[in-house]
């Protein structure tokens, strides 16, 4: 209010000033207006009484010319009339014709100018016309009118004048108000949305004026203008973020406004096992649990997964809940059990028979059978209700995980219509044919398009994704945007390349490279100096452990002087072993490992050491630090975390990563051997280069890798899907504002 008055007080002022000035000129406008009025006047009066005044005065009736004049000022005008027959003669006159007139100076009133002549009443017009005849050729008529009425004419005209200036300035002064104070509202709104980081647009003020159909256009122009700056401005801030778990909850708290996630996997972070007396934890190996336990630890929220430790019942609140990590507790664990039926048919049968193989192009055959779909069907749907119950609002930001739950989306949609779920396939998907041979297909990709943001750690991925919603699904999908909509719901398709925690944790760095190498030589009883390599998995048929053997073979057979100098330490951690598939497959490793060291192991430490048994990441790094170098060569990989974390483990930037083409990581680490596990002779030759590598070029190969590792680490990941779904929060708020009408 203050602030209107600032700004009206000021404009009232001025308008009074254009007032003032303008009234002088009104008087002198009026006042010509009615001189030339009062002239035409005169001569009208002059023509009028020509004939009977002629006649009068020729009849020298002097007295009836004065009544005929007396008679004519009844008019309230006409203040006098009077006539001169010639200058030198007397003036024959009405009552009240001025002294200051006579027959000798009429001059001075003829002719152009105002002919005013002031009095004590007022001002007079004195208009002088020849009224000439034979008689008299030097007659003059002489009418006098009151100009009193002109000076009343003006004050009233000023005064109106004064009243109209009054009501514009109050119209005036009622508009701007009005108007300052909407934008102000506007203006502080937008300012107030900014500072929170929203789009100027969000939502509209309580108060804010109705929406002005008019005014749409320009609205939507806005909204896309904004939402180019605000992918700008993210692309630049995300730049220049250092993406550390402070990073993480700055975001979360932020951008999100402090929401909980609820992080929905199969897997466990921390499983409870009995051993006898004790109950023990164990971490699973799991890239998946690798990559998102730290996100879990920065952000807190509650991780949902099956509960499958032999002491995880022991163990949990009445909610079924426990607080992790045990020893420095930061989020919860709500574990979800489920029957055996449940875990042959969702999570070995359809999961891992079926999805497994389906997206992995590792020519095992995917199963399905109608029994697992069901059981598959009736575990998401668990997940479902275990998801909503935990929601402490309407609009929870919930993360699914991996092929597990492709129907849980659209489940949790059903449910919590305004949940913000992104779904993150830590798989490979295939291209639309190999995909076609799943029975339920329509189904599978119905449930994940439930989704606001699907994830792949490829843009292959999300191509392969996208050509098969196109193909086998009713959708709309945007080829420009990657955006796909189904049932009226939009899902952005998005590649986001999963990671590890940078730097890593610093109880895995403790034991120095050179002690690690002494001692997991000592352990294996190998000699100091020789030569050795890694590779670590779990023991799944996709991770090209028999193709890594047979180049290792190979290494052998071109370059026998290898043979007693160079030992391959396999540690593959049991997985799946309920299919039969990984029976089969164990046994071949196995095999295939005895016969490789029953064949060069004459002089000295066995080719290959195969330790079939779970490691804890401390082992594992040990093993990491020591080695000359790390072998990954999956016939087809997500992404590979093990290749991350070997390159993390060597901050003496020493060491040689061998990675498959058909990994996520090669795309991101292209400074590793990068070679075709399915290529023996290509594998061979890039152990040998790897085995002889100087140490300059093992420094600027490593150098680059761990670069790239630290820059695009697994908080990165997190907070860009996080500030994605932020902005979507934001869209689908504006979205939801009413359809511009067409005109
Ligand atoms: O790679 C796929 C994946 O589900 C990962 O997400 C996870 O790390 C790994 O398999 C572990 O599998 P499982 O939980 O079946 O032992």
Same mark, same amino acid.
């Given at each position: 209010?203050?602030?209107?008055?600032?700004?009206?007080?000021?404009?009232?002022?001025?308008?009074?000033?254009?007032?003032?000035?303008?009234?002088?000129?009104?008087?002198?406008?009026?006042?010509?207006?009615?001189?030339?009025?009062?002239?035409?006047?005169?001569?009208?009066?002059?023509?009028?009484?020509?004939?009977?005044?002629?006649?009068?005065?020729?009849?020298?009736?002097?007295?009836?010319?004065?009544?005929?004049?007396?008679?004519?000022?009844?008019?309230?005008?006409?203040?006098?009339?009077?006539?001169?027959?010639?200058?030198?003669?007397?003036?024959?006159?009405?009552?009240?014709?001025?002294?200051?007139?006579?027959?000798?100076?009429?001059?001075?009133?003829?002719?152009?100018?105002?002919?005013?002549?002031?009095?004590?009443?007022?001002?007079?017009?004195?208009?002088?016309?020849? &009224?000439?005849?034979?008689?008299?050729?030097?007659?003059?008529?002489?009418?006098?009118?009151?100009?009193?009425?002109?000076?009343?004419?003006?004050?009233?005209?000023?005064?109106?004048?004064?009243?109209?200036?009054?009501?514009?300035?109050?119209?005036?002064?009622?508009?701007?108000?009005?108007?300052?104070?909407?934008?102000?509202?506007?203006?502080?709104?937008?300012?107030?949305?900014?500072?929170?980081?929203?789009?100027?647009?969000?939502?509209?003020?309580?108060?804010?004026?109705?929406?002005?159909?008019?005014?749409?256009?320009?609205?939507?122009?806005?909204?896309?203008?904004?939402?180019?700056?605000?992918?700008?401005?993210?692309?630049?801030?995300?730049?220049?973020?250092?993406?550390?778990?402070?990073?993480?909850?700055?975001?979360?708290?932020?951008?999100?406004?402090?929401?909980?996630?609820?992080?929905?996997?199969?897997?466990?972070?921390?499983?409870?096992?009995?051993?006898?007396?004790?109950?023990?934890?164990?971490?699973?190996?799991?890239?998946?649990?690798?990559?998102?336990?730290?996100? &879990?630890?920065?952000?807190?929220?509650?991780?949902?997964?099956?509960?499958?430790?032999?002491?995880?019942?022991?163990?949990?609140?009445?909610?079924?809940?426990?607080?992790?990590?045990?020893?420095?507790?930061?989020?919860?664990?709500?574990?979800?059990?489920?029957?055996?039926?449940?875990?042959?048919?969702?999570?070995?049968?359809?999961?891992?028979?079926?999805?497994?193989?389906?997206?992995?192009?590792?020519?095992?055959?995917?199963?399905?059978?109608?029994?697992?779909?069901?059981?598959?069907?009736?575990?998401?749907?668990?997940?479902?209700?275990?998801?909503?119950?935990?929601?402490?609002?309407?609009?929870?930001?919930?993360?699914?995980?991996?092929?597990?739950?492709?129907?849980?989306?659209? &489940?949790?949609?059903?449910?919590?219509?305004?949940?913000?779920?992104?779904?993150?396939?830590?798989?490979?998907?295939?291209?639309?044919?190999?995909?076609?041979?799943?029975?339920?297909?329509?189904?599978?990709?119905?449930?994940?398009?439930?989704?606001?943001?699907?994830?792949?750690?490829?843009?292959?991925?999300?191509?392969?994704?996208?050509?098969?919603?196109?193909?086998?699904?009713?959708?709309?999908?945007?080829?420009?945007?990657?955006?796909?909509?189904?049932?009226?719901?939009?899902?952005?398709?998005?590649?986001?390349?999963?990671?590890?925690?940078?730097?890593?944790?610093?109880?895995?760095?403790?034991?120095?490279?050179?002690?690690?190498?002494?001692?997991?030589?000592?352990?294996?009883?190998?000699?100091?100096?020789?030569?050795?390599?890694?590779?670590?998995?779990?023991?799944?048929?996709?991770?090209?452990?028999?193709?890594?053997?047979?180049?290792?073979?190979?290494?052998?057979?071109?370059?026998?002087?290898?043979?007693?100098?160079?030992?391959?330490?396999?540690?593959?951690?049991?997985?799946?072993?309920?299919?039969?598939?990984?029976?089969?497959?164990?046994?071949?490793?196995?095999?295939?490992?005895?016969?490789?060291?029953?064949?060069?192991?004459?002089?000295?430490?066995?080719?290959?050491?195969?330790?079939?048994?779970?490691?804890?990441?401390?082992?594992?790094?040990?093993?990491?630090?020591?080695?000359?170098?790390?072998?990954?060569?999956?016939?087809?990989?997500?992404?590979?975390?093990?290749?991350?974390?070997?390159?993390?483990?060597?901050?003496?930037?020493?060491?040689?990563?061998?990675?498959?083409?058909?990994?996520?990581?090669?795309?991101?680490?292209?400074?590793?051997?990068?070679?075709?596990?399915?290529?023996?002779?290509?594998?061979?030759?890039?152990?040998?280069?790897?085995?002889? &590598?100087?140490?300059?070029?093992?420094?600027?190969?490593?150098?680059?890798?761990?670069?790239?590792?630290?820059?695009?680490?697994?908080?990165?990941?997190?907070?860009?899907?996080?500030?994605?779904?932020?902005?979507?929060?934001?869209?689908?708020?504006?979205?939801?504002?009413?359809?511009?009408?067409?005109?």
């Amino acid at each position: 209010m203050r602030l209107s008055l600032r700004f009206v007080l000021p404009l009232l002022l001025v308008l009074a000033g254009i007032a003032y000035a303008v009234a002088p000129l009104v008087d002198q406008l009026t006042l010509r207006w009615f001189v030339r009025d009062l002239e035409i006047r005169a001569e009208l009066i002059a023509n009028t009484i020509r004939e009977p005044l002629q006649e009068q005065l020729a009849a020298g009736k002097k007295a009836k010319v004065e009544d005929f004049f007396n008679h004519l000022t009844q008019d309230e005008r006409v203040y006098a009339v009077g006539y001169c027959a010639a200058p030198a003669g007397t003036v024959l006159a009405s009552r009240w014709l001025p002294a200051q007139i006579s027959c000798a100076n009429l001059d001075q009133w003829e002719g152009p100018g105002d002919h005013l002549l002031p009095i004590a009443q007022g001002p007079l017009h004195v208009a002088v016309k020849p &009224m000439v005849s034979e008689a008299t050729p030097a007659g003059r008529l002489i009418v006098v009118h009151d100009m009193s009425f002109v000076n009343r004419r003006s004050e009233e005209t000023k005064r109106y004048l004064f009243y109209a200036f009054l009501g514009l300035a109050a119209v005036v002064s009622l508009i701007t108000v009005v108007v300052a104070q909407l934008s102000w509202r506007g203006w502080m709104a937008g300012m107030r949305s900014l500072l929170r980081g929203e789009g100027l647009l969000r939502q509209p003020a309580l108060d804010a004026p109705p929406d002005l159909p008019g005014f749409k256009p320009i609205a939507r122009d806005l909204q896309r203008l904004i939402h180019e700056l605000e992918a700008e401005t993210r692309a630049r801030d995300e730049s220049q973020i250092t993406w550390t778990p402070e990073a993480l909850r700055t975001i979360l708290h932020g951008e999100l406004r402090g929401e909980d996630v609820i992080v929905v996997a199969n897997r466990e972070p921390y499983i409870h096992q009995r051993r006898g007396e004790r109950i023990e934890v164990q971490r699973p190996a799991s890239g998946l649990v690798t990559a998102l336990e730290p996100i &879990m630890r920065a952000c807190s929220g509650t991780w949902i997964a099956h509960g499958s430790g032999s002491a995880d019942r022991e163990v949990v609140d009445k909610n079924d809940c426990v607080k992790v990590p045990p020893d420095n507790p930061a989020y919860q664990i709500r574990r979800v059990w489920l029957t055996a039926e449940e875990e042959a048919g969702y999570y070995y049968g359809f999961a891992n028979e079926g999805l497994w193989p389906l997206c992995h192009i590792a020519h095992v055959r995917p199963i399905f059978r109608s029994s697992d779909w069901a059981q598959y069907v009736a575990v998401n749907r668990k997940f479902a209700k275990a998801v909503v119950s935990e929601a402490k609002t309407k609009n929870p930001i919930v993360l699914v995980q991996d092929y597990h739950f492709a129907l849980l989306p659209k &489940m949790i949609r059903d449910e919590l219509p305004d949940a913000t779920i992104i779904t993150f396939w830590h798989i490979p998907w295939p291209n639309p044919e190999s995909f076609a041979i799943c029975p339920w297909r329509e189904e599978i990709l119905a449930g994940m398009l439930g989704s606001s943001i699907m994830g792949f750690h490829t843009q292959f991925h999300c191509n392969n994704f996208v050509d098969t919603v196109d193909r086998f699904l009713e959708a709309r999908v945007d080829r420009a945007s990657f955006n796909v909509s189904f049932g009226g719901k939009p899902t952005a398709v998005r590649h986001y390349p999963i990671s590890i925690a940078w730097p890593p944790d610093a109880s895995l760095m403790e034991k120095s490279v050179p002690e690690c190498r002494s001692s997991i030589r000592q352990m294996n009883d190998l000699p100091p100096e020789h030569k050795f390599g890694i590779g670590v998995d779990r023991l799944d048929y996709t991770k090209g452990i028999l193709e890594r053997f047979r180049a290792i073979e190979r290494l052998l057979e071109l370059n026998p002087d290898w043979v007693g100098r160079f030992t391959f330490v396999q540690i593959a951690a049991p997985t799946r072993s309920g299919i039969e598939e990984y029976q089969h497959h164990e046994s071949q490793v196995r095999a295939m490992a005895t016969r490789i060291n029953g064949r060069f192991s004459r002089h000295g430490p066995p080719p290959i050491i195969l330790k079939i048994e779970h490691h804890e990441s401390s082992q594992v790094y040990e093993y990491f630090r020591a080695a000359d170098l790390c072998f990954v060569s999956s016939l087809h990989d997500g992404m590979n975390l093990v290749a991350k974390e070997f390159v993390a483990a060597r901050d003496d930037e020493r060491g040689v990563l061998i990675l498959s083409e058909f990994t996520g990581a090669a795309r991101e680490l292209p400074e590793a051997l990068i070679v075709n596990p399915y290529d023996a002779d290509q594998c061979a030759a890039a152990l040998h280069l790897a085995l002889t &590598m100087s140490a300059t070029e093992q420094r600027d190969r490593m150098r680059l890798m761990r670069g790239l590792v630290a820059e695009y680490n697994v908080f990165r990941w997190a907070g860009r899907m996080l500030l994605d779904a932020a902005a979507k929060r934001r869209r689908s708020w504006l979205a939801d504002k009413p359809e511009i009408p067409t005109v």
